[in-house]
């Protein structure tokens, strides 16, 4: 199951960075489940990675290896995740990156791990070492649907996103892949992006700028609440296009914009292929004081099971919205003010039920797939916004039968 | 679908406490639907109530009357929570509290009101007076049973617990009936907690005393993590039997401690008939640093979508475990510590999986009706438990179908 049409774009190829695909039948003989991306001499290379307290061997190898040197390959398999596989684990996903390492000529430090796929299980390095020639041979620029669809697990379908925009003449592009069909799904774990520009843009500002995008995307989105032990997003700008720095105001806001534009269309693809989604519920918080009150409302509402049930319902069930409301965790908050929109239909006028509201206006807009909830707090001068989805018997039935 | 059997107790009487039990007809026709239950003169009476900033029209009336006089009659209703009702809601409540009044004689200062069913539609007045009469004929010490039932809304069965001590030398007795099966339902809403006790207590004691109980019984479980509009328990202490004070420090560890066990009792009661309940479980966070910790972590594994839908599946799958431990909002967590159990059985050893583990010992455990999990933090001397349910297929359709 999953929300709306499966399409991935027509990507552009970003000079320089090159992407092979192999089949090590980690978990399944035959999957592409080993993706390799070059970046070339003279990237900047920025990452975000879970803050979930336990993490998993690779993200902890990567953020270590990011901050001793600059990175000239990403190492991605699927099927297993290496993670709650203590020191063990450390050790596996080490070795994989000297084995890749010796293959391409360059130091361990320069290769990133990720891993994403069963938990508690040792990572089959063996398996791995064993098509990283292949990989290396199928290094090329044109390989990006293919390299989304190498790094799936249970996703339905690949993630991908691309934009291009002009900077003082000169034409940049962004491509973006990723996996995921809930915050977290920890036998087969996890959300993982993968965004590169032709861009050159140093290392402060590429930093400063995935983290503002992660907050307009990934960091915006919910499927179970459940955060992963491998989630990572990593941002590569080549360098081979326009340079972009901190003096071209207008030049860094069109590419943060086309940034945001990335990967909020993976966020979305991704909160759209969650696991047992029928729905996709875009829930905009307005007139808050704070953007992390705006934030707290919009989660508490996309994590009530009872919302989104009703969701699942096409049940216009508002009295489940208010009380979400309520409960969150904002001080003083004064629900004589507070107004709700389900799509443009006011169900909430003051805190109570708005007299003009009807069942079966309420009900037009819960039928639909996409669905928009806006809640006005009253009270300040921040807007936010989350995504997320509904909660359905296939959710129960995906995580109920997942090992069995 | 409810977890063990279904049992009530033997009820004690309480001196001075007598339930009348009537049919309104607020949303079907011959079920008992309004209770009335009497304080005699000179009891002390305590409440806690919801912190959903959307507090329903009953609890704010409740809240007001609790503070201006001591009351003499507790007037409950089901089929309709009087919530999401604005000023007329409250126009409402207080209008069943003049009518019960005026019945009884006494101020509507004196009387308690409270609701629960759908919310957002009007309190049928007419209908609740019509049947005062017939509830003050049925007055009598005797009831309690019957007012178990009639306080119910979607509940599969009445929930009761009774308790009886020792006071120097004279019989003290506690009583109690609590209705809900989720912490929030919010059509049918709620949970609404009814205690009562003969022995003389006086009232910053008993609220102290029922503040402690609360948070060790009805603030520690969770079925699906949303808070009602309309959660009220409120606490009778009839006077007629032994005084407890602060003076004899060890009838009051004895009181508060059969305080503690009714109360418990009628939580687990609630869990245990959690929608789409077929596992009752009980997570203890041990060696925390502070109970705000203990409790963040136990409530974020109670809450997890993945662990819930593990444990209807008797899926031993500590993974999921793992992680909402690695997510729960708690500083400076060292995961290399950690140690988890399922039942007797060590799954997480020194935050890894404990290599003496097998799946088949593990799935034992996840087999039984009563699951226990116990997670060790290595962090400090704090222990603190909560209780919750499995997310089922029948959860989904209890709350998806519901309106339908």
């Not at 199928?138 to 991908?160: C, F, M, P, Q, Y």
């Not at 919910?222 to 360098?239: F, P, Y």
Request: proline share 3%; charged share 20%.
């Amino acid at each position: 199951m999953a929300v709306g049409p499966s399409v991935l774009p027509v990507f552009h190829q970003i000079d320089g960075v090159r992407l092979g695909i192999a089949s090590a039948g980690i978990k399944k003989a035959g999957r592409k489940d080993v993706v390799v991306i070059e970046c070339p001499e003279g990237a900047t290379v920025v990452g975000v990675f879970t803050k979930n307290a336990f993490c998993a061997a690779p993200v902890q190898i990567a953020k270590q290896h990011l901050a001793q040197a600059t990175p000239r390959y990403l190492l991605i398999n699927t099927g297993n995740a290496n993670a709650g596989t203590g020191k063990q684990g450390l050790v596996a996903a080490q070795q994989c990156c000297e084995l890749l390492a010796a293959q391409m000529g360059v130091t361990a430090e320069q290769i990133l791990p990720f891993s994403t796929g069963v938990i508690g299980e040792p990572l089959p390095v063996a398996k791995i070492e064993a098509v990283l020639s292949a990989a290396k041979q199928d290094l090329s620029e044109a390989n990006w649907a293919v390299a989304g669809e190498g790094i799936l697990t249970t996703d339905t379908r690949a993630k991908g996103a691309t934009a291009a925009i002009e900077v003082n003449g000169q034409l940049v592009h962004i491509n973006g892949i990723a996996k995921g069909s809930g915050m977290i799904k920890p036998n087969m774990a996890t959300m993982l992006g993968f965004v590169a520009t032709d861009a050159k843009i140093e290392h402060e500002l590429l930093q400063q700028m995935l983290r503002t995008a992660t907050d307009r995307s990934f960091n915006r989105i919910t499927v179970d609440g459940d955060t992963s032990t491998n989630d990572a997003c990593i941002l590569i700008a080549s360098g081979q296009s326009a340079e972009i720095n901190q003096a071209d105001e207008a030049a860094m806001t069109a590419f943060q914009t086309a940034l945001d534009d990335v990967m909020r269309s993976l966020a979305h693809d991704i909160v759209k292929d969650g696991e047992g989604a029928t729905k996709f519920v875009e829930i905009t918080v307005s007139h808050a004081a704070t953007q992390d009150e705006a934030i707290e409302v919009g989660f508490t509402v996309a994590h009530s099971p009872l919302v989104k049930t009703a969701l699942f319902a096409s049940d216009a069930n508002w009295g489940r919205i208010l009380a979400a409301v309520g409960r969150a965790n904002v001080d003083a908050l004064d629900v004589d003010k507070i107004n709700i929109w389900l799509g443009d239909v006011q169900i909430v006028l003051n805190g109570g039920r708005n007299p003009d509201y009807t069942e079966a206006a309420g009900s037009a807009v819960m039928a639909e797939t996409f669905i928009r909830i806006q809640i006005d707090l009253a009270r300040g001068e921040v807007e936010d916004t989350v995504w997320t989805t509904d909660l359905s018997h296939d959710y129960v039935t995906i995580n109920a039968d997942y090992r069995s």
